[in-house]
């Protein structure tokens, strides 16, 4: 053998060898380190699947809450996009953390503004008379809705993933 074929030979040992390392690093790591895969939900298994933050959920106050938001809200609002009114996404937090007045909770003012915004404005809570100036228009009432009813449209505009959903 002579010294270029020698080298030639020691070439493809190093190669092999190298390509040897790789499958089996490879082999090793596969698919074990990949996230698990989230099983799509659909709107057939009511209450199953429990909601992660990129997932639309499928129970039905969900989708109750989406019926509502679309025939009385959608018209001004969008859950994540400002429109005539505010987005929604976050407003429970908004309001949680408008804290306490006259023996109501944050969350029992928002409430009270979803069914009557003159309500919480009349009683001066601070950040209804905020959140009026927000818009030159005015927000309907809705004193047909049930403390339920309100509870699933916050779950609906609540949900991170709701634009892939919308109405
Ligand atoms: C005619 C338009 C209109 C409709 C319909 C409407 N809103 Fe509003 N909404 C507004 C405006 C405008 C504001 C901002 C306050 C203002 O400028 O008077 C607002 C404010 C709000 C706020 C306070 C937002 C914040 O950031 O604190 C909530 C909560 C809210 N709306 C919920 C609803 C829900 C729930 C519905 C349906 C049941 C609804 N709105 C229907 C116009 C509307």
Request: aromatic share 10%; hydrophobic share 40%.
């Amino acid at each position: 053998m002579n010294q270029s074929k020698k080298q030639l030979v020691e070439l493809a040992v190093i190669i092999l060898f190298i390509l040897g390392i790789s499958a089996l690093i490879w082999n090793i790591t596969p698919y074990s380190s990949m996230p698990a895969r989230v099983a799509p939900t659909t709107g057939t298994t009511a209450d199953a699947t429990p909601a992660t933050a990129n997932q639309v959920p499928a129970d039905k106050q969900w989708s109750h809450g989406r019926e509502l938001f679309k025939n009385n809200c959608a018209s001004c609002h969008n859950p994540k996009v400002a429109q005539t009114g505010p987005a929604l996404i976050g407003v429970t937090k908004r309001w949680e953390d408008g804290g306490s007045y006259q023996g109501k909770t944050g969350k029992q003012w928002l409430y009270a503004w979803i069914k009557n915004w003159h309500d919480p404005v009349d009683a001066k809570y601070p950040y209804a008379v905020g959140i009026q100036n927000y818009s030159p228009s005015f927000m309907n009432t809705f004193t047909n809705l049930k403390d339920e009813d309100i509870d699933a449209i916050l779950h609906y505009v609540e949900t991170p993933a709701v634009a892939q959903a919308l109405p």
